[in-house]
């Protein structure tokens, strides 16, 4: 935005940002929390100066991620959040009270926008976690994260990490008690709670008619 434009404000411009800032600033801030693994994020209202999320933090708010939240369940938590903020500091904006903090940025990183096609899944470079946490990141009402397999475009909605148990050698699907799971590159085991094969639900019971017993994914 101009700095011109900024400058008529009276009591100065000001914007929400969906993570702890300086961290994630830019787009898709929860998604890329989530991505990586983070325990937390949260809302932080800061000062719009010219540089994009690097003006002074007048107030935030942290929020817990937890193992299996989807990106959407934590975006729900940082709206919550961002409201406390407000409801705390908008009084001191129009008092002339509020307190800034200067926001270091050489403590955060720069985050650009995500794309549909970085939802796929690498099954020969992925371990379990990133693969959970990928799954999580573009969960409904995001495309969901994919790969390609000789039945067809299959679409990972739901998983958890599993115990160490008897498994496959990896990557690879197979069917245990009634579950699905899924061996990573790094012996990892997932547990498919929802996923789908060109759209078709990939449940338990017909996982022998489209796999067998297991299924190679590289």
């Known amino acids: 935005m101009s700095v011109d434009v900024l400058n008529t404000s009276i009591r100065g411009c000001y914007n929400m940002h969906g993570s702890l800032l300086p961290k994630y600033r830019g787009r898709a801030s929860v998604n890329w929390a989530v991505l990586h693994g983070e325990t937390k994020t949260g809302a932080t209202f800061h000062e719009m100066v010219k ?21 959407t369940e934590v975006f729900s938590k940082v709206v919550v959040a961002a409201e406390l903020v407000l409801n705390e500091t908008l009084p001191t904006i129009v008092s002339g009270s509020i307190e800034i903090q200067e926001m270091d940025i050489t403590q955060g990183s720069y985050f650009g926008g995500r794309k549909p096609q970085d939802g796929i899944i690498d099954w020969a470079m992925m371990g379990a976690r990133q693969i959970h946490n990928l799954v999580r990141t573009v ?3 995001y495309q ?28 690879c699907l197979w069917q245990k008690n009634n579950q699905v799971f ?33 299924f190679s994914l590289c």
């Open 182 to 214: 899924s061996t990573a590159c790094d012996g990892g085991v997932l547990r498919i709670i929802s996923a789908e094969i060109e759209g078709r639900e990939l449940c338990p019971a017909g996982f022998p008619d489209l796999f067998h017993s297991s």
């Open 144 to 171: 969901g994260a994919f790969s390609y397999t000789s039945r067809g475009k299959m679409v990972i909605w739901r998983t958890i990490m599993a115990e160490s148990q008897d498994s496959f050698a990896g990557p």
């Open 51 to 71: 540089k994009p999320d690097a003006g002074a933090i007048v107030g935030l708010m942290a929020v817990p991620i937890l193992p299996s939240d989807t990106a």
């Open 139 to 141: 969960s409904y009402p």
